[in-house]
């Protein structure tokens, strides 16, 4: 039997359990419960698991086993997630892993040159209304309509980098014949949810083309049906770009392929693109340049990567003016690795576990022991 725990639903005595954190961590239902009433729990989403509420259901419980799912256990906040379980790892999959495995629908990525508007090349913090200028919206609709999708039936989710961009872009393209929604943090959990359900509705007449998104999508949503994805913010992290890149890699028996499209400005951290979409994280500039010029050829499956000349060349140029041995970065690396295997990491651990080029320690320190 299963049983639902959230909200007003306390069916507590099935033999499966489905419960929120927001519900279950709360006193007067942790009492609901003796410590140990379940063998087996699954903690998803466990990157949260610093959090008061997830720490409180964590110590209350004591499960025969207690398991964490998580596709981003590197952590800005600084909580080791690894301290948390012990440092056992039950097992590990990247997106390369995961395409090997076609756990993920195949993807075709396009990296597309963002445009000049009025001799302006577009930057990070590039004047509002460059970003929302009319050229730069057929330019968008050119590109969209040109890659296309699967079937030709646009299920979109598009990320944009700020809430007043995300309001004028849907509104600019609901004019030109669309029917999209912008949603940012500041909209309730009800408009997201029918938004989510207008873009994968069957009815033509009511469904959603767009979902204009901002700082919410990153994770933690389903939307099966997502066959185009489109990035119109600069790319500042690798996690980000692969969680909003996994938005829409999720299987549905009506999507044979994801079609991904990321406008390319004159952005400084180019060079994460490439780290993301093949997961090198060596921060080795050779590597890069060699994978980037390599085409499709080291993607599993069908999936294929592709990018116009001039963003290629930006990719370029963000990859040689980087500098990849920043003692904050590599502070960063060395600490993840290190709560990972709960001691010092050697410098031959960073080429098992897959991690950071070990001689950008010896750049920054003379020698890995300076830098230790």
Known sequence: TMGLYSGDQKEKDADFVFATIQTISRDQDLNNFKSDDFDYIIIDETHRAGAPTYQKFMDYFRPDFMLGMTATPERGDNFDIFAAFDHNIAYEIRLN????????????????????????????????????????????????????????????????????????????????????????????????????????????????????AVDIFNEGIDIPRINQVVMLRPTDSAIIFVQQLGRGLRLHEDKEYLTVIDFIGNYKNSYLVPIALFGDTTYNKDNLRKLLSSGSTPIPGSSTINFDEISKQRVFDSIDATNMSILRDLRRDYIYLKSMLDRIPMMMDFLEYGSRDPYSFIDNKKSYYNFV
Not at 174 to 193: A, F, I, P, V
């Open 97 to 212: 892993g995961a395409m090997e495995n076609k756990l993920v629908c195949p993807f075709h990525y396009y990296g597309v040159t963002d445009i000049t508007v009025n001799g302006q090349t577009l930057e990070e913090d590039s004047d509002f209304n460059l970003l929302v200028d009319e050229e730069r919206v057929s330019r968008i609709i050119e590109k969209v309509e040109f890659y296309g999708t699967d079937d030709g039936v646009i299920r979109g989710l598009i990320f944009c980098s700020r809430v007043a961009e995300a309001a004028e872009l849907s509104a600019l393209f609901n004019l030109r014949g669309y029917r999209t929604k912008y949603l940012s943090g500041d909209h309730s959990e009800e408009d997201r949810q029918q938004a989510i359900e207008l873009l994968q509705s069957n009815d033509i007449d009511e469904k959603l083309d767009y979902i204009f």
